[in-house]
C-alpha cells in the first residue's frame, strides 16, 4: 500500500507515542508539546515548521522558512480576494498545522465561513494541536483539530477552551486527498489551498486527474492558491480548464494562482513559453488517482523522453 508523505519518522513515530498514552488517560499534553518542541523549526516570523520525511535523502520544510504564518496570507489568503462575501466555503489540501485556515479566518470577514481541511496524517493533526499557536485565531483550528480527534479516538482529553464561532463551519478528513476529492460536490468552494510537499515529493497531488477533479469542484469564479510555481503544475492547471497567473513573490519564487475564469495576473511570457514548447512543461498523470510517487514520476519521465523533438524542445 502506498504510503503518503508526510513530517519526518522520527516526529511521527514521538507524537504517535503520546497519541497511544493519551487514549489510555494519560494527561500527555504539556510533555508532548515540550518534546515537539525539539523538532520544530523556528522561521524568520517567529512562527514554527516541521521538516518532512527525506525522499532520495532529502527533506524539506512544511512551510518556508522566511515565515510559515507569513507565508500562508501573502500566498494562500490575501490573493483570493474574497473579503466581504455573505458566505466564503474553502477547501484547504494539506491543511498541516492549520495556519492557512487560521490566516483565512483572520483577514477575511464574512457573515459564514465554511472550510473543509484534508490532512492525511492524524499525527499531524495532533501536532497542529501542540504547536505553538502564531496567530490568535490559530486557536479555533486548534479545537477543530481536536474535536475530530476526540470524536474518532485519538485522544482522550478535550482541553482546548476556544470556541469555534458560530459563523464558522470547519471539517477535517484524515486522508488521502485523492480519495476524498470524487466525493466532494461539483463547483462548491470559493478558494482552494492546494498545500501539499513540493512536485518532486508529493507528485500524486499535482498531476492532472487530481487538479481535474479540483476544476471539478470549484466555482466558476472560484480562485486556487498554491505556493508552487513549478512548470508541470501549471500546465495541468491549464489543460484542466484554468487560468493561470504568477502569484505573489514570499521567501521561495512566486507562487500560483489559477481561476476557472479570472485572470488575475498574467504569467510572464518566458513561463508560457516553457510551459508550451518544452518537454518541462509535460504534466504528471495519474489515471487512478491511486498510483505512487515512484509511477508517477516515472511515467512522466517516459513521456517527456517520447515528447523531445517530434513535440517539444528538450528541457
Known amino acids: 500500500m502506498y504510503k503518503p508523505l508526510t513530517v519526518d519518522d522520527e516526529i511521527i513515530a514521538l507524537i504517535r507515542e503520546y497519541l497511544d498514552r493519551e487514549r489510555l488517560g494519560e494527561n500527555v499534553r504539556e510533555e508532548a508539546s515540550r518534546e515537539l518542541r525539539r523538532y520544530l523549526v523556528r522561521t524568520c516570523d517567529g512562527s514554527y515548521t516541521l521538516p518532512s520525511q527525506k525522499v532520495s ?77 502564531p496567530i490568535s485565531t490559530h486557536r479555533i483550528i486548534k479545537r477543530a483539530y481536536e474535536e475530530w480527534l476526540f470524536e474518532n479516538g485519538w485522544v482522550h482529553f478535550q482541553m482546548i477552551s476556544t470556541k469555534i464561532p458560530e459563523n464558522i463551519s470547519i471539517k477535517v478528513f484524515c486522508e ?23 512536485p518532486d ?83 504528471y498523470t495519474d489515471p487512478s488517482l491511486a498510483d505512487s510517487r515512484d509511477r508517477i514520476i516515472e511515467r512522466r519521465k517516459k513521456a517527456r523522453r517520447t515528447a523531445r523533438n517530434p513535440r517539444r524542445l528538450s528541457s
Not at 486527498?177 to 510537499?197: C, E, T, V
Not at 487538479?211 to 513549478?230: C, F
Open 201 to 283: 515529493k508529493t507528485p500524486e497531488l499535482y498531476t492532472l486527474e487530481f487538479i481535474m477533479e479540483l476544476a471539478r469542484v470549484i466555482k466558476d469564479d472560484g480562485i486556487l492558491t498554491t505556493y508552487t510555481s513549478a512548470a508541470p503544475v501549471r500546465s495541468a492547471m491549464i489543460e484542466a480548464g484554468f487560468h493561470v497567473g504568477e502569484g505573489p513573490s514570499f521567501g521561495r519564487r512566486g507562487g500560483t494562482i489559477a481561476s476557472p475564469s479570472k485572470v488575475i495576473k498574467d504569467l510572464s511570457w518566458t513561463d508560457e513559453r516553457m510551459i508550451a514548447l518544452s518537454d518541462v512543461g509535460i504534466p
Open 176 to 198: 488521502d486527498a485523492r480519495q476524498i476529492l470524487p466525493s466532494l460536490p461539483r463547483g462548491y468552494y470559493n478558494a482552494i489551498f492546494l498545500d501539499a510537499f513540493s
Open 57 to 133: 535523502g532529502k527533506s524539506e520544510t512544511m512551510h518556508t522558512v522566511h515565515g510559515a504564518i507569513s507565508e500562508a496570507y501573502e500566498k494562500f489568503v490575501k490573493p483570493l480576494q474574497l473579503e466581504n462575501r455573505d458566505t466564503i466555503k474553502v477547501l484547504d489540501i494539506c491543511s498541516g498545522l492549520g495556519y492557512n485556515s487560521a490566516a483565512l479566518i483572520d483577514h477575511i470577514r464574512a457573515d459564514n465561513i465554511v472550510i473543509h481541511m484534508i490532512e492525511v496524517s492524524p499525527e499531524v493533526i495532533f501536532a497542529g494541536v501542540l504547536v505553538p499557536s
